[in-house]
């Protein structure tokens, strides 16, 4: 069975400009969510969707985040325009329900110069 | 009262020997209590889980013991192996929604 995919794996961008991520959560998982890691930190929820719909957005800066679900498969997550604090991994992740077991991809480095 | 305080925030141990990482919380609404492993470079893998009708749960090396009324929990890696070497989160969940610990660094010495 796939796992989740995530790409890109690395980007290195200057502040102020923009990135998009992508995510590919594994067949039949209908709950996705994208969290950001710090380096030293724990996750954090960004986004959480149902399907197509957003679950849970409470943590998301809006002001400079946006994610969709379109088709309630795959997702991007764009960051614009970026901040030096923005710099961390962006991990996907999903499971087949709203409990049980999370399934993360490799997660997306981000470096903000 | 949605926060998982975990401790300690690094751990040393020597190889064989016996690893103990700790969280407590405060919402007593949390029905499942997972344990994620993290290696560099890599996501979150979901190492054992519990859910508190019982007090222990046991996956070969890995055991959580969870005691309910003190609003507790711990894994114990038994015989700890260079290979046990990463960072560890505990987490609770609650209607749907998953908070984490901070994470423990844990370093088993050949």
Not at chain 1, 23 to 33: M, V
Not at chain 1, 75 to 88: G, M, R, V
Not at chain 2, 34 to 45: D, E, I, M, N, T
Not at chain 2, 50 to 58: A, Y
Request: glycine share 8%; with cysteine; aromatic share 12%.
């Amino acid at each position: 069975e796939a796992g989740v995919a995530q790409s890109p794996r690395y980007k290195i961008i200057e502040k102020r400009q923009s990135v998009a991520f992508w995510c590919n959560p594994i067949s039949g998982h209908a709950t996705l969510y994208w969290y950001q890691q710090i380096l030293g930190q724990g996750p954090k929820l960004l986004i959480q969707f149902q399907n197509n719909g957003v679950v849970d957005d409470s943590q998301l800066p809006k002001d400079r985040f946006s994610a969709e679900r379109l088709k309630g498969v795959d997702s991007t997550l764009k960051i614009q325009p970026a901040k030096l604090e923005d710099s961390a991994v962006y991990l996907c992740a999903s499971r087949t329900a709203n409990t049980g077991e999370l399934f993360f991809g490799e997660g997306s480095r981000l470096t903000v110069l | 009262q949605q926060q998982v305080k975990q401790s300690p925030q690094s751990l040393i141990v020597q190889k064989g020997g016996i690893s103990i990482i700790n969280c407590a919380y405060e919402n007593t609404a949390f029905d499942y209590f997972p344990w994620y492993q993290q290696f560099p470079g890599k996501g979150p893998a979901l190492l054992i889980a519990i859910r508190p009708d019982v007090s222990e749960k046991k996956e070969g090396r890995f055991t959580i013991s969870f005691n309910k009324s003190a609003k507790q929990f711990s894994l114990h890696i038994m015989d700890s192996q260079p290979g046990d070497s990463a960072t560890y989160f505990c987490a609770a969940e609650s209607n749907y929604q998953l908070i984490w610990g901070a994470g423990t660094k844990l370093i088993i010495k050949p």
